[in-house]
């Protein structure tokens, strides 16, 4: 194995490892549960299900590994803070398009060639990335697993609290 196959197996392996602790955690919460705000006027579990969902179907422009199946979420969750009274898919829809953008994301990151990861993301220009090869498809992927990391920090914090 290559070094660059080796960073992208590392990669790889933390992106997967961030993505099923998500899952268990999400998943232990009742349908009810999902309505919590993580402290007083904070996101509700439900938004920040729905921001990673919105952000990680947008992973696959900002790859370029395919179209967003749902940009029209982007409003809801990426480009406004939680609002209860937002239009918003029900749970049930939201787990569904869980589900299937990581299942979607699974399929295109495994057969994308090691080489493939160290190149430009379409978040930046053909300059930034000669100036600095390191913010690459590998550094946006590490980056979105810190991402998911980060809220399901946020999203224990609660668990304790929801009864």
Partial sequence: MDQQQLFVKMGLANWNTQIARAEKVF??????QFYTAIAPGKNRIIYLYGHLAAYHDALKE???LG???SPELYEVFLKNADNGNAESPSLTELKNFWQSVHAELNELFVNLPATEWFKRHNAMTD???ENDPSRNRLS???NRANHVAY????VNLVKPFVA
């Fill in 62 to 64: 900002t790859l370029g």
């Fill in 67 to 69: 179209k967003a199946s």
């Fill in 151 to 154: 809220h399901i920090g946020q």
């Fill in 140 to 142: 946006v992927l590490l």
């Fill in 27 to 32: 998943n232990a919460f009742t349908d009810e």
């Fill in 127 to 129: 300059e930034d990335f």
